[in-house]
């Protein structure tokens, strides 16, 4: 049996929220995570709605989904986020002891693998999911930003 | 004249804050931000109370300093922190570009130095103020926990 529920199928969910961010005028990047193949939170960057550089797409979500769970932890989930999560979000994703990360566009200068940051040990990390969809919404907004000034 | 706003000043002020958080039964940190000699953001840990790994003080700090200003940046500010950032932490203040950085209570296994993080290239990084006393709070706190169990 075909499972339609794969990394593809949510990271499509993440590059929604992705879109929305798009749409506000915010860099497009976009998260969900998930649990037992269930959506349990949808988050898009909001740094310049919300006046707040800590207001990533990934930290709007753990603090969604905590408080989904009723739980600090979230080992048993998975995050999926449209770009390389940043020190901060990975820094998080520690505290979060979360299961997954997928991520699909790579982030070379302010990734955290470029930069080191400690995931916790029982973090699994995937990269490189529909990479080419996460990075064309990233470059188009980037585009849009520089004709516009 | 001497001026009365020296770092010990303000340590003192963080950890008043995390006096609160001990009250409250949290890991006791507290932080302010201050700037041009004003306390412009107070926050203590709230990992618990809001069931969020992400409530750190410094997070906190930084949200409601850029509430403060009406702005993103926090480039003439200095934080103050009882204990030193973690990676999440010191990973947030790259993205507010904060002025300087001064910590109380070394982190050897958590904290950003050992982690390596990388900060913003303008910040300035103090530590050691008030160590003592800010150790101290913890190691209070960690006595009375493991006595509580």
Redesign the interface.
Known sequence: MINPFDDTYFMKKALQEAELAFDKNEVPVGAVIVMNNQIIARAHNL?ETL????AHAE?QA??AA??FL????LKECTLYVTLEP???????S???QIGKIVYGATEVKRGFTV????LHPKTIVVGGILENECSALLTRFFIEKRNLN
Chains 1, 2 share one sequence.
């Open positions: 740094t006046n707040d550089v800590t930290m753990f603090t905590a408080d009723g739980g600090k932890y940043c020190q901060m979000c990975a820094g998080a520690y505290w979060t930069l080191k940051t400690t």
